[in-house]
C-alpha cells in the first residue's frame, strides 16, 4: 500500500473559468502571497498481513503487523496479537496487544506561521495498548462485558506553549510542533444490555480512567469517570421511544495561561427520540408510509465546556450547544 500525500501550500483563488479571481477586480497576482504550509510532495509505504489459528475448539489466535515506511523515518513494524477463548457457547474471554502508527503531517512538519511553526525533523508517534475482557450472555436477555486496558503513547506530538520559549522569531517567542515522551492512561470499562420482556431495554456502561506514569507535559484534559445509561421501547407496527443519559466527570487540569472562560465541570446530558409510525397508528388506507421522528437534545440545558488541552493558552472553549429539538416526517411510497 503506497500513500501519496501533497501539499499545495496557499493556492490562488480561482474563477470557474479558471482565470485568476482578484477581490479588488485586479488582475496582478500578489507577487508575495502569505503562505501557511509550502508546497511538499511526500510517499508513505505500507504492508499489511494478518492469519488466524484455531489450535483448539475453544481458542482462536489472531497474529498479524503493519510495516510503515514515512518519509525521512526509518522502517517502523507494529504488531498485533490477539487470543480469543470461548469457554463456553454463552461465556469467553479475550486478550489482546496492538500498536498503531502515526506520522506528523504536513502541517505539523513545514507550517510556518506566527501562532506554531512546524519540524521537519519530526518523528512518527506510536501507541501500545493491552486490552483484557470477558463477557457473558444469555440469548435473548443479557449481554455483559467487563473490559480492562492499558494504553502508552510514546513520541507524542504536541504543540508546545510560546511561553516554553523553544523557537523565537524576530524576537518573539512562538509555538512549534515537538516531539515529547510517553503518556500512560489505563482504565476498566464494565458494559451490560439487559433485555425485559414487552419490548423493553436497557443500556448501561461506565468508564473509570486514571493516568500511569508520564514522562511528558502533554495533558489530555480526560475525566476519571464517564457513565451512560438508555432505557428504550418498542411498540412494533407504531413506533419506538429512547431516553439516554450521559455523565461526565470533571477532567483534569490542564494548567492553562489565561482564565477567561467558566471552569471545565462535571455534567449531565440528557437526550431523547421518538419514531412514530403515523400511518399504522391513524391506520391510513394506502400504498405509503408516513413516520415522525423527534429528537431532543441536552433536555437539562447543561452548559458545557471542554478543557482548551491543545494551544492551553486559554482554560476551555464551549464544548455543546444548548437545548435542541429536531424533528423529520418522512413519506415512504
Excluded: C
Excluded at 86 to 94: D, Q
Excluded at 132 to 160: D, H
Excluded at 163 to 192: C, F, H, M, R, W
Amino acid at each position: 500500500m503506497a500513500n501519496y500525500r501533497q501539499g499545495y501550500g496557499t493556492q490562488p483563488v480561482l474563477n470557474a473559468d479558471g482565470s485568476d479571481y482578484d477581490i479588488f477586480n485586479n488582475p496582478v497576482p500578489n507577487p508575495n502571497p502569505f503562505v501557511f504550509v509550502p508546497n511538499s510532495q511526500e510517499i508513505f509505504w505500507g504492508v499489511y498481513t494478518q492469519a488466524s489459528y484455531h489450535p483448539f475448539s475453544y481458542l482462536k489466535i489472531v497474529a498479524g503487523g503493519q510495516l510503515n515506511k514515512a518519509p525521512g523515518t526509518p522502517i517502523d513494524i507494529v504488531p498485533r496479537l490477539a487470543l480469543i477463548s470461548n469457554f463456553s457457547k454463552n461465556f469467553g474471554a479475550k486478550l489482546m496487544f496492538r500498536q498503531a502508527f502515526r506520522s506528523p503531517s504536513i502541517s505539523e512538519r513545514f507550517r510556518k506561521s506566527r501562532s506554531a511553526y512546524g519540524d521537519p525533523t519530526l518523528a512518527p508517534e506510536t501507541i501500545t495498548t493491552i486490552e483484557a475482557q470477558i463477557y457473558r450472555e444469555i440469548p435473548g436477555k443479557l449481554l455483559g462485558t467487563l473490559t480492562y486496558f492499558n494504553s502508552t503513547g510514546n513520541r507524542l506530538i504536541r504543540r508546545s506553549r510560546p511561553s516554553d520559549s523553544l523557537l523565537v522569531i524576530d524576537g518573539v517567542s512562538v509555538a512549534k510542533y515537538i516531539n515529547e515522551g510517553s503518556i500512560n492512561t489505563q482504565g476498566i470499562e464494565p458494559e451490560g444490555k439487559r433485555q425485559f420482556a414487552n419490548n423493553l431495554s436497557l443500556n448501561v456502561n461506565a468508564s473509570f480512567f486514571w493516568e500511569g506514569e508520564n514522562t511528558t507535559a502533554t495533558v489530555t484534559g480526560m475525566p476519571n469517570l464517564m457513565a451512560k445509561a438508555g432505557l428504550s421501547y418498542r411498540l412494533p407496527r407504531y413506533g419506538s421511544l429512547g431516553i439516554y443519559h450521559s455523565y461526565f466527570g470533571k477532567g483534569t487540569d490542564i494548567n492553562a495561561q489565561q482564565m477567561v472562560n467558566p471552569t471545565p465541570e462535571a455534567f449531565h446530558f440528557l437526550s431523547a427520540n421518538l419514531r412514530l409510525n403515523l400511518a399504522s397508528l391513524f391506520q391510513f388506507n394506502g400504498l405509503y408510509s408516513v413516520f415522525l421522528e423527534v429528537y431532543a437534545r441536552n433536555l437539562l440545558n447543561a452548559q458545557v465546556h471542554y478543557p482548551e488541552y491543545i494551544r492551553r493558552n486559554i482554560n476551555s472553549i464551549p464544548g455543546r450547544a444548548g437545548r435542541a429539538f429536531y424533528g423529520t416526517l418522512r413519506l415512504s411510497f
